[in-house]
């Protein structure tokens, strides 16, 4: 049987750092979701289809990978898809809270969805979209950080020189 995991996220936009995620994420599981989530409180810089799409380009030729938005329950989503594991990045402690919170939660809401933390190399260990959107809102480069339909896409949305 097919070893399915879902990688979960708001992904506004995709870095370097969810890629490298996913990418160890395939060295162990036959197959990965990358699930973007619909229901954001806070409102995204990117519409889901236009990071949905962004996710497509950034991971063209990677097999064993697809990418699906989805909406309400993360543990319903996952066993909707048949999903053996959660994969979450842990880049610095200060994640740690968050995350142990968040996988007690989903293992008390079902006990046979596993949740797998995994580290990043350590030059995307600071990283995060929300740093990212910030640099790219005041002219700084991301170039490096991103991948290049990222970078692009941001320069449009704030108007940025090439
Ligand atoms: P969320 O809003 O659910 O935290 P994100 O899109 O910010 O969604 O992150 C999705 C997942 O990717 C999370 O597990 C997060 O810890 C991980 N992640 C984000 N940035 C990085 C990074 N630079 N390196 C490794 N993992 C990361």
């Not at 490298?20 to 409180?41: H, M, P, Q, T, Y």
């Not at 842990?90 to 995350?99: I, K, P, Q």
């Not at 939660?105 to 580290?119: G, I, P, S």
Request: proline share 4%; net charge neutral; hydrophobic share 45%.
């Amino acid at each position: 049987m097919k070893r399915i995991a879902i990688c979960p996220g708001s992904f506004d936009p995709i870095t370097n750092g969810h890629i490298d995620i996913v990418k160890r994420s395939l060295r162990i599981f036959d197959e990965v979701i990358v699930a973007v989530a619909v229901n954001l409180k806070k409102k995204p810089l990117f519409d889901i289809e236009k990071r949905v799409q962004l996710i497509r380009q950034s991971l063209e030729g990677l097999e064993n990978v697809r990418i699906e938005s989805f909406n309400g329950l993360l543990v319903d989503y996952v066993k909707q898809k048949s999903g053996v594991a959660i994969v979450r990045g842990l880049r610095a402690v200060s994640d740690f809270e968050y995350e142990m919170q968040m996988a007690l939660m989903n293992r008390r809401l079902d006990h046979e969805v596993e949740t797998v933390f995994m580290m990043p190399s350590e030059e995307y260990s600071f990283l995060s979209s929300t740093m990212i959107k910030e640099i790219a809102s005041f002219g700084g480069s991301v170039k490096g950080l991103v991948p290049e339909p990222v970078e692009q896409a941001l320069k449009e949305v704030f108007n940025l020189k090439e």
